[in-house]
């Protein structure tokens, strides 16, 4: 039954879209949480955790499932193999919402260190990593994946910034320190966010090219 | 050819535990690189890693052709999409030893701040967690998986021990913050080595009871 199957595929991609728009949501939130100091919200991002995971858990069995009951040709065989590796990606993202939203209920304890300008930028341009790398996979699209790969450097640079910038607070009164640190963590949340975004890219390049692009971009 | 395939299913379980041999050496030699302030050792590390990323390729591609060349039943089905999953987890702990690797080359440009105690004691566990978790799935033993998961705790404490103890030093005396941060950086990625450990644990637990213990121990 192909047509079934293709079906079935093009509803596992729509599962997939779902996935990443809740896992980008979750990462506007918790910025949003953050630079508004909003506690309730932040615990709010927290407790959404669980869909991502139930989201998880839909598509892995889908897959095994696709797998299981077709056979599928090469190039299906490699979206869904890939798929399933994509849906960890996207459960780690969520991860590190929730790993943003906890250093934000911390910050909300002492008074805001400074306002937050590069933040918000790197957060913006991890989420966009999110959203490009997953529409590449869907349109099986390595031009745009590159894309990604090539976003991470920026990325990357903000990160470095902040960390200068931090550590010159820290250095000039001791007192921020236990502040800057977590925004520091925050800002290497973000990082690992863009990161996912990356593999997910290189997935896309290797199973289109099935060259290793994974590693030479590294 | 149901004999070949088993005989195929054996040789990426060998394969994959030469990975896992490679992997826990990556974090032996950098932590003895940084114990040492052995840059030499640490460049090494770095270099290695081309290593660890030759076998998540080769690994993935076997399991790709096995999917396609075979029609696997359930629980074999199960195994290879696992193998695939942790092998990206396998990489991921690679990576986090080029992490530590980078941190200690910076290190040794200063004079050492402390000596270190707590974060050897770290490495052991995380270490002795990815082994572990590879051999609970070698031999689909959710036994020596939850006790894995369990250890994950033990290795977040020490953690939190060594982040307090390194603030102490950083609010008595700025000069020490960015060896501090830089300590610091290296316990978070050891904790993400333990926390890649308790994923692929979780996924022996998941492939071998269908049950969604994944998230239900998060």
């Known amino acids: 039954m192909p047509r079934h199957f293709h079906e ?9 879209l779902a996935m990443g728009g809740l896992v980008e949501d979750q990462i506007r939130r918790v910025m949003r949480a ?14 959404r955790d669980r869909q991502v995971n139930s989201y998880d858990v839909e ?13 599928p040709a090469a190039g299906d065989l490699r979206f869904i193999t890939t798929a399933m590796k994509i849906v960890t990606d996207l459960e780690r993202i969520g991860d590190q919402a929730v790993n943003i939203a906890q250093r934000a209920i911390e910050l909300n304890r002492e008074p805001q260190l400074k306002p937050y300008v590069d933040l918000p930028r790197m957060a913006e341009k991890a989420q966009r990593m999110v959203k490009e790398s ?7 699209d390595t031009e745009l994946a590159r894309r990604v790969c090539g976003e991470d450097a920026d990325v990357d640079a ?26 520091i963590l925050v800002s290497r949340f ?15 390049i290797y199973m289109v090219e099935s060259k290793m692009v994974r590693h030479m971009l590294a």
Do not use: W
């Open 59 to 71: 598509i892995d069995e889908k897959c095994v499932e696709l797998l299981a009951l077709n056979q």
């Open 134 to 140: 997953l529409d590449a996979f869907v349109s099986r």
């Open 158 to 183: 903000l990160k470095e910034q902040i960390f200068r910038e931090l550590l010159t607070f820290m250095m000039e009164d001791p007192k921020t320190i236990p502040r800057a640190i977590r925004l």
């Open 34 to 47: 953050l630079i508004e100091r909003d506690g309730d919200l932040a615990q709010e991002v927290i407790d």
């Open 190 to 204: 973000l990082e690992r966010t863009a990161d996912h975004a990356t593999n997910i890219a290189e997935m896309v």
């Open 8 to 16: 079935e595929l093009d509803a596992l991609k729509q599962t997939l």
